[in-house]
C-alpha cells in the first residue's frame, strides 16, 4: 500500500521573461521544496530510496537526469538516487503513479515523486523531438499541435464558442476565490522573487473578475496553424468532421507557467519509521493512449479506468481534479462523468492557474488531496492528458486524521 505523506509545490509564475519564477532554475525550484520537506517533517533525506520526477523537456538547464543532479545539490547524500521520466504533459502525475507500483511491489518503501517545468528557460518544443520537427514522422503519425486537438474535439462534440468561453470564466472565479480563501497557503512554498528581498508565492496568471464580456472579442488562437497545414492532417486523419471551426482562444486554452511539486509517498514501514501520519492512500491508477489526433481524450479515459480498477464508479469521487487541457474537454469531461462544478477543479485549473508541464500532474494529486481533507470526502481522481494521445489517472482515498 502507498500512503501520501506530504505535498508540497511552488506557485506557478508566468512562463515569460518578465515571470516571476524566470530568474529561478528548474533545480532552483526542485532544491527549494527538497529543503522545505526536510525541514517541516524533520526528514531524514537518507531514508529516501528514489526521486522521481516527471520533466517534459529534458535538454538544456533541465537535462542531464534533473532528479539526481537535485539529490546531490540538495545535500541529500551519494546513496539517494534520482530519475527523470517524460510523458509528456502526463509526466508528473505518471511519476506518482510509477512511483506507488513500486513501493507496492516492495522495490522502494520512501520515495519523492513530482515533477518540475521551468517553460519560460527551455520552451516547448525544445527538444527538437521527430514528432515535432520531422515532415515525414509528422504526417505519418498525424501530429498536430495540441490546440488543433482541441478545436477538433470542440467541432466534432459542437460545443459553442459561449460554451467554452463560459468555462474560461468559471475557472478563474474559482482560482481566484481559492486564493482569497487561502485554500493554498498549507502547500505552497514561497521563493525568493527577483528583486531578492520580495518572496513569490502565488499563482500570477489568474485574473480576477474575468467575464464573458472581457473576453467575447478574442480571435481564435489556432486558426492560423490551421491553415499552415494541421488542418490538412485532421481532414485525412478524420474526414468525418468536416471542417475545423477554430473556436478556442487563449482564454479558453491552458498558459503556460514554471512550477515544481513533490510529494513524499511510502509504506507502511516508512510512515512508522519517520513519524508521519498518512494524508491519504493510493488506490489505483490508469495509463492509457488513444488516436493521437484525436489526442486529448486520453486523461477522461484514464480517469474512467482507474476508477473501475479501484472498484468504484464516479459517483464515489468527491473530487475530480482534472488538467484543463482546452475548455472543450473539460466540457465533455464534465458530461460524461456527471462531474458538477463543485466536485470537478473546485479551486480553478490549469486554464486559470498555468499549465507547467512536468508538474502539473503532481500538483493535481496533491492539490486532490488537500480539498479531500478540506471537504471531509472520501475519493478522488487527477487526470492529465498528454501529447500523442496519452493519458494518466490516479484515485486517492483520504485517511482520517
Not at 530568474?23 to 517541516?40: G, P
Not at 466534432?156 to 468555462?167: I, K, M, N, P, V
Not at 475519493?379 to 489517472?393: E, P, T
Not at 484515485?395 to 482520517?400: D, K, M, S, T
Request: include cysteine; aromatic fraction near 4%.
Amino acid at each position: 500500500m502507498t500512503y501520501i505523506l506530504d505535498y508540497v509545490r511552488t506557485g506557478r509564475g508566468r512562463a515569460s521573461e518578465r515571470g516571476g519564477l524566470h530568474h529561478l532554475s528548474a533545480l532552483d525550484l526542485v532544491n527549494t521544496l527538497q529543503h522545505f520537506l526536510v525541514e517541516r517533517n524533520d526528514l531524514d533525506a537518507g531514508r529516501v530510496e528514489d526521486v522521481v520526477l516527471g520533466v517534459a523537456s529534458q535538454v538544456g538547464e533541465q537535462g542531464a537526469d534533473l532528479a539526481r543532479t537535485a539529490n546531490l545539490l540538495a545535500g541529500w547524500g551519494a546513496h539517494v538516487p534520482g530519475v527523470t521520466i517524460n510523458r509528456f504533459c502526463a509526466s508528473g502525475i505518471d511519476a506518482v503513479a510509477q512511483t506507488a507500483a513500486r513501493i507496492n511491489a516492495g522495490d522502494v518503501g520512501l520515495a519523492v515523486a513530482g515533477g518540475v517545468e521551468s517553460v519560460s528557460r527551455v520552451p516547448i518544443f525544445s527538444d527538437d523531438g521527430a514528432l515535432w520537427r520531422d515532415p515525414e514522422v509528422v504526417r505519418a503519425v498525424g501530429s498536430v499541435h495540441m490546440g488543433i486537438a482541441a478545436d477538433l474535439n470542440a467541432t466534432a462534440e459542437g460545443w459553442t464558442r459561449e460554451q467554452l468561453d463560459s468555462y474560461a470564466v468559471e475557472t478563474h472565479t474559482k482560482a481566484a476565490r481559492a486564493w482569497a480563501d487561502g485554500v493554498f497557503d498549507g502547500c505552497v512554498v514561497p521563493l525568493p522573487a527577483a528583486d531578492g528581498v520580495a518572496s513569490f508565492a502565488t499563482d500570477e496568471l489568474i485574473r480576477p473578475g474575468t467575464t464573458m464580456a472581457a473576453i467575447a472579442d478574442l480571435p481564435p488562437a489556432f486558426a492560423e496553424l490551421g491553415a499552415a497545414g494541421q488542418d490538412a492532417l485532421v481532414a485525412k486523419a478524420h474526414p468525418e468532421v468536416g471542417p475545423l471551426d477554430h473556436r478556442h482562444t487563449v482564454a479558453t486554452s491552458p498558459a503556460m507557467a514554471d512550477a515544481a511539486a513533490l510529494l513524499l509517498l511510502g509504506d507502511d514501514g516508512a510512515a512508522e519509521k519517520t513519524g508521519m501520519r498518512p494524508r491519504g492512500r493510493i488506490v489505483s491508477s490508469a495509463t492509457c493512449s488513444v488516436d493521437p489526433v484525436i489526442m486529448l481524450t486520453a486523461g477522461q479515459e484514464a480517469t474512467e479506468r482507474a476508477i473501475a480498477r479501484a472498484g468504484l464508479t464516479p459517483a464515489d469521487m468527491d473530487v475530480f481534479e482534472f488538467a484543463e487541457a482546452f475548455a472543450a474537454l473539460c466540457l465533455r469531461f464534465r458530461r460524461d462523468l456527471d462531474a458538477g462544478a463543485e466536485r470537478m477543479n473546485p479551486n480553478g485549473g490549469t486554464i486559470a492557474m498555468g499549465h507547467a508541464f512536468g508538474a502539473t500532474g503532481a500538483i493535481m494529486v496533491g492539490g486532490m488531496l488537500e480539498e479531500l481533507e478540506r471537504r471531509g470526502g472520501r475519493y478522488g481522481v487527477a487526470a492529465v492528458s498528454g501529447a500523442a494521445g496519452l493519458g494518466v489517472a490516479v484515485v486517492v482515498e483520504r485517511l482520517a486524521g
